[in-house]
């Protein structure tokens, strides 16, 4: 009897040692991966002598706001905010214009190009962007576009293979049945589209919104390519003109990153769950 | 009723032709296109103003003859090989976790998955002070437990390093896949395995692990050809480091982070040596079709085990 309480409480005392055990590492690696995040917004919040103070604190000494003025003074930033909006809201718009069409085609319609096409669709994924960097480029150079928005919105007009893939994925679920009735009526393929499919496709819309979104927002390589005056500078290029300084002014950098990011956590926290739907419905990284 | 039916194919070819000519017009201009353009520039020699001139196997012949091909090449095979197993070990580690439950999990897995959609030039300039070797918050928690950190970002034996610690951040859509996978797993496997009364370790090794090992492959073959689309990172890093945009073809210190698409890119767009540049791509185009080849074939292999356990 003595005994088995013993073993009992031994037990007892095993597993809080463990649970305690478990719970120090989720709250290490939680603190780990939010340590880029708090030394971002707690140097915007630094005086450039309190960040270049040894020892280096990672609260500040003296809270101040005055860099997040400065970053706007330092370079054009309304000016590269407005570009990169103007950007991704055209970017946005042709996504969501295209591929519900494509993936109504893949989804819906018995045609003789559906097979090939969701093939060739896996294959140019595995395109690496270095192979077709330099043609497209002369694509635009020859159209005299180079220097423009061109290069960077149009190809969104013409659909995204990840994208397309969800769409085509998430109207497959919709069931035939919606669609026979309309059929029956004589409906044409386009107004069936547009009554039925189009209104149900909402959710994989906002995933796609979102992700289309995050893309050209957060896009170097394209505007590191084309874009070559100043004044047409995304957010993405433009906060590079930091380097630019003799010194690196990180305070005013970070205050600069820090509202760079914020729309993107933002909608990360109101849209969470498209997020991980994303991810999780495809397997595939964007 | 035959016509009808007949016309009715006609129509549905029409229609579904229709409404898939956007992306049939973006691949043709976007991927085949310029797939077909690139291989025909790698035997040219051109620059951004001149058209293309045949000048055979000369391109391939520099690639062979050029040192930083090679070196370029030697850091990406490093950055892919030595990042895969930490990425993806790290990500099972992290699904493990939050797939169980405890309080806080949901916090823990917006944690876990937040840094992965932040913009990258963002996250890299964040980095890049982070590694900064006096005033960094790497070496400060360093010099907490009285270990001296290095120069991080300058000092060539560790730029890599550095590279990889910051790549680790991004794992959470790995982690979101593995986590996906482990909840595929039957929970009857995890109860008859207690019953016969295996430990936590076995039930990891010869249930869990078995079973989400063709995600875990997928997610190999993903990383290792991201590993060889690796740019902005070393692009905004040697930016930083020297000052002028779009001026440098710097490799970082001794050539250490000269990645190969970095050298791709220098080599189109500063050296003005286009045709170089598509030799080069087209190289690093059959290396990740080699490779992506090997690792589906492995898959298969392996499902195959797992099926038959």
């Known amino acids: 009897m003595n005994n088995t309480t013993k073993s009992i409480q031994y037990y007892r005392i095993v597993r809080i040692i463990r649970k305690v055990l478990f719970y120090a590492l989720v709250i290490l690696l939680c603190t780990i991966f939010l340590s880029p995040f708090i030394v971002m917004v707690t140097t915007s919040l630094k005086t450039s002598a309190d960040a270049f103070t040894i020892p280096v604190k990672v609260l500040p000494r003296k809270w101040v706001f005055t860099n997040y003025p400065a970053a706007f003074e330092q370079i054009p930033y309304m000016r590269y905010m407005r570009n990169t909006a103007v950007i991704t809201i055209c970017c946005v718009a042709g996504q969501l214009l295209i591929t519900p069409l494509v993936g109504y085609s893949l989804a819906k319609i018995k045609w003789g190009g559906v097979r090939i096409i969701s093939a060739l669709l896996m294959a140019t994924m595995m395109i690496p962007y270095t192979v077709t960097m330099v043609p497209i480029y002369r694509i635009w150079s020859k159209l005299g576009l180079t220097g423009t928005y061109a290069p960077l919105i149009i190809p969104s007009f013409f659909g995204n293979s990840f994208y397309i893939i969800m769409m085509r994925q998430f109207i497959m679920g919709i069931p035939d049945s919606l669609m026979e009735a309309a059929t029956i009526d004589g409906c044409w393929e386009l107004k069936k589209f547009t009554l039925i499919v189009l209104p149900l496709t909402k959710p994989a819309l906002t995933t796609i919104g979102i992700y289309a979104f995050l893309g050209a927002w957060s896009d170097y390589l394209a505007p590191l390519i084309y874009i070559n005056k100043p004044d047409r500078y995304t957010l993405s290029i433009g906060l590079q003109s930091f380097f630019n300084l003799y010194t690196i002014d990180w305070t005013a950098l970070m205050a600069a990153a820090t509202i760079f990011v914020l729309p993107v956590i933002i909608l990360f926290i109101f849209f969470q769950r498209n997020f991980v739907e994303g991810v999780a419905t495809t397997g595939l990284k964007a | ?309």
């Open chain 2, 1 to 309: 009723m035959k016509r009808t039916k007949m016309t009715r194919r006609a129509r549905n070819n029409i229609n579904g032709f229709l409404f898939a000519l956007p992306w049939i017009i973006g691949f043709t201009c976007f991927s085949i296109y310029p797939l077909l353009a690139s291989l025909y520039y790698s035997f040219s020699s051109f620059n951004a103003v001149t058209d293309p001139k045949w000048v055979g196997l000369a391109n391939y012949q520099n690639i062979l003859k050029d040192m930083l091909v090679w070196k370029s090449l030697k850091n990406t095979l490093f950055m892919a090989f030595v990042s895969t197993p930490i990425n993806l070990c790290l990500a099972v580690c992290m699904a493990y976790i939050v797939n169980k439950s405890f309080r806080g999990k949901g916090a823990a897995r917006t944690i876990f998955f937040m840094p992965s959609i932040i913009p990258v030039v963002a996250s890299t300039m964040i980095w890049i002070w982070m590694f900064d070797p006096t005033y960094g918050m790497i070496n400060t928690a360093l010099h907490w437990f009285g270990i001296q950190g290095p120069a991080w970002l300058n000092n060539p034996q560790f730029t890599k390093w550095a590279l990889l610690l910051m790549g680790s951040w991004n794992t959470g859509t790995t982690m979101l896949i593995c986590l996906a996978a482990l909840q595929d797993v039957p929970m009857s496997y995890y109860e008859s395995a207690q019953l016969d009364g295996a430990n936590a370790f076995q039930i990891f090794f010869r249930i869990t692990l078995p079973n989400i090992a063709h995600i875990l492959v997928y997610q190999a073959i993903l990383n290792v050809i991201n590993a060889f689309q690796y740019f902005t990172q070393v692009y905004v890093i040697i930016t930083a480091n020297s000052g002028v945009k779009n001026t440098t073809t710097s490799g970082g210190p001794a050539n250490s982070i000269l990645m190969y698409p970095l050298y791709i890119f220098y080599n189109a767009f500063s050296y003005m040596k286009m045709g170089k540049a598509s030799a080069m791509a087209w190289l690093l185009f059959i290396i990740i079709a080699i490779l992506t080849a090997i690792m589906v074939k492995v898959t298969r292999k392996t499902s195959e085990v797992a099926g038959s356990e």
